[in-house]
């Protein structure tokens, strides 16, 4: 490929962020799905991206992504799960362990092809990782590898309560040592407490980086209430994500 017509290629690819967290069950697929309703209701061109989900559901006798299917709903995507989704394991457990207990070997080629096409068809792609930033996809290959390989930045999520600050940075001090660009920190599940503000307080004075959003812990897990959560976000925030 001649080197101009490389520069619009390039000039023509869409732009991802990858979605981490200082531990699993965070709120990554919710603040995926944040990201990903925002984008949409603004007229974006965007889609959610979980390259590896353990924990699949039975869905008209299919093996479904349920990550996905969360923000597939909440979003009224019409994408099919194969689009948005490269590798779906039934055991919920860490992807490794569940590819050695369902015989699935998992091609990093496989993942970084399928997120390209994306990049080609879409301005932003949402990518979810699975569990927290240290965690096996294979036995000898890490979440921050596939990171790496398909040369992202991440945002982390966290949560409000305590032990957040010591999980963030320590999350943010790891990226750091493997070189991986952190753009922000998302608060999940804020109560509102005293202490929780400290918190938020204090992982920015260490970090040095910004809380791009703040989501109140869901009373009524329902679309409205999700929806009217996600409408509190700052749009230019989410935007810097890809900046």
């Not at 732009?15 to 697929?29: A, C, E, L, S």
């Not at 590819?99 to 091609?107: A, L, R, S």
Request: hydrophobic fraction near 35%; glycine fraction near 6%.
């Amino acid at each position: 490929m001649k080197l101009d017509n490389l520069k619009d290629w390039m000039i023509n690819m869409g732009k991802g962020i990858f979605v981490i967290g200082t531990n699993t069950d965070i709120g990554k697929t919710f603040v995926s799905g944040a990201i990903t309703y925002k984008l949409k209701k603004h007229n974006k061109n965007v889609i959610p991206y979980k390259p590896v989900q353990s924990g699949g559901i039975e869905e008209n006798i299919k093996i479904i992504p349920p990550d996905i299917k969360y923000i597939r709903d909440i979003c009224d995507l019409d994408i099919d799960y194969n689009t948005m989704n490269t590798y779906c394991l039934k055991t919920e457990v860490s992807p490794h362990l569940a590819c050695n207990i369902e015989n699935v070997y998992i091609n990093k080629e496989n993942i970084i092809n399928h997120y390209n096409k994306l990049l080609k068809t879409y301005d932003y792609v949402v990518v979810e990782g699975a569990g927290g930033i240290v965690v096996p996809i294979t036995n000898d290959y890490f979440l921050y590898d596939l990171i790496k390989d398909l040369n992202m930045d991440v945002v982390i999520v966290a949560n409000a309560s305590v032990g957040t600050i010591n999980h963030s940075v320590l999350t943010y001090e790891f990226l750091k040592s493997k070189n991986i660009k952190c753009r922000g920190i998302f608060i999940n599940n804020y109560n509102n407490q005293f202490y929780e503000d400290d918190n938020i307080k204090m992982i920015e004075k260490i970090t040095n980086l910004k809380v791009l959003g703040i989501l109140n812990k869901i009373k009524e897990f329902n679309k409205e209430s999700i929806c009217k959560e996600y409408d509190k976000l700052d749009l230019e925030n989410i935007l810097s994500l890809f900046e």
